[in-house]
């Protein structure tokens, strides 16, 4: 499996009681899906997890991983992401994305010159914003991930095309 096979849907927060129980951020639109896409592997791989949900917790979900019984254990998985084979997910509409497909794509502006390449995509509260990294540049740039900033995302081709803002002095 490579990493564009799997996607991440999820990070552990911590232990929750003694039982082995764990405290799951999930990264779905709907939290509780997380559980449909099981098994959920770390990113490396090197474990899998049957998840069963327990009770809705503040932060997150309750949940069971298969193979985790004590506090012990489930502390010592604090941080660790969870990732779910891509075709376990489902389709999205043609104007949504998820945000691993976006990460290493060009990013041309309407000209066809070259602005960098995706880094990263985030999104503190207002929107996605996308971390385009080029050489030569001594701060990423950082777009609105909108119709009028980005109007062409081309997953086939490997590339997005951007009307970044003008600046501003």
């Not at 997910?89 to 990013?107: C, K, Q, R, T």
């Amino acid at each position: 499996m490579t990493k564009r096979d799997r996607t991440c849907v999820g990070a552990i927060a911590g232990a929750f009681g003694v039982q082995g129980e764990v405290r799951l951020k999930s990264f779905c639109s709907t939290p509780d899906d997380i559980v449909s896409y099981a098994p959920l592997f770390t990113e490396d791989g090197s474990r899998s997890f049957g998840v069963t949900l327990t009770r809705p917790v503040a932060g997150g979900l309750g949940v069971r991983l298969t193979g985790i019984s004590t506090k012990e254990e489930a502390d010592a998985l604090k941080g660790v992401t969870l990732w779910a084979d891509r075709d376990k997910l489902p389709s999205l509409p043609d104007d949504e994305f998820y945000h691993a497909d976006l990460i290493g794509l060009e990013v041309l502006d309407t000209g066809g010159a070259r602005l960098g390449q995706v880094r990263a995509v985030h999104n503190h509260g207002a929107g996605d914003i996308l971390e385009i990294y080029a050489p030569g540049l001594k701060t990423a740039l950082l777009l609105p991930f909108t119709q009028a900033v980005v109007p062409t995302v081309d997953l086939a081709a490997g590339r997005i095309i951007a009307d970044p803002p003008e600046e501003t002095e």
